[in-house]
Structure formats: structure tokens, C-alpha cells
Nanobody, 117 residues
Framework: QVQLVESGGGLVQAGGSLRLSCAAS????????MGWYRQAPGKQREFVAD?????????NYADSVKGRFTISRDNAKNTVYLQMNSLKPEDTAVYYC?????????WGQGTQVTVSS
């Protein structure tokens, strides 16, 4: 079992920045990918970014956030971050942390990000 707790959401003006955090606990040594997804009102949940938990630390980003968002990790704190810069109103959504452990998919409770124009 893996538990994920997100933090760092809030209200920001367009062009501003926020950093989301996702703290993992439980069977964290079996996690091989962690990432972020988001869901805007009336829309399906969509992929934002992910990172391999292996030594490579390979990352992937949705086209809509490339160059603006950066995913990173702090192994000592079992935490993954999402640095979001140059935020746009269309980035407004509930952001969810995700962890893939074998065939199991874990989700955090979500954190609201609202970008005002």
C-alpha cells in the first residue's frame, strides 16, 4: 500500500508560479513511476508529467505544460514536486499525485489550483 498526500495548491494570477508537493509513504520502495494529473471542471482527468523513480529519473510532460512545468523529486523526503511557472487560466484544475507500483495505481486526494486572468 502507498499513501500520497498533496499540498501547495492555491489561487494565483496568470503568469505566476506555484509548487505542488506529493509526499509518499508506505511501500514506497516498490514505486517505479510517480507523476501528476489534473482534472478541470467538466473535463476528464489528464496527464501532466511523470518521473521514473529509477536512477535515470526520466521525465515526461504533456505538450501543454512543456517548458513551463518541471517535475522533480527529493528521495530523502520521499517527495515529488511539480514546479509550475507562467501559469495560465487554462491550468486551473484539481491536481492529483499518482504512483505506479507494479500493477497498482495510487492517487492522492487532490489539490486545487486556480489561475485568475
Amino acid at each position: 500500500q502507498v499513501q500520497l498526500v498533496e499540498s501547495g495548491g492555491g489561487l494565483v494570477q496568470a503568469g505566476g508560479s506555484l509548487r505542488l508537493s506529493c509526499a509518499a509513504s508506505g511501500s514506497i520502495f516498490s514505486i517505479h513511476i510517480m507523476g501528476w494529473y489534473r482534472q478541470a471542471p467538466g473535463k476528464q482527468r489528464e496527464f501532466v508529467a511523470d518521473m521514473s523513480m529509477s536512477i535515470s529519473g526520466n521525465t515526461n510532460y504533456a505538450d501543454s505544460v512543456k517548458g513551463r512545468f518541471t517535475i522533480s523529486r527529493d528521495n530523502a523526503k520521499n517527495t515529488v514536486y511539480l514546479q509550475m511557472n507562467s501559469l495560465k487560466p487554462e491550468d486551473t484544475a484539481v491536481y492529483y499525485c499518482n504512483a505506479l507500483e507494479g500493477v497498482y495505481n495510487y492517487w492522492g486526494q487532490g489539490t486545487q489550483v486556480t489561475v485568475s486572468s
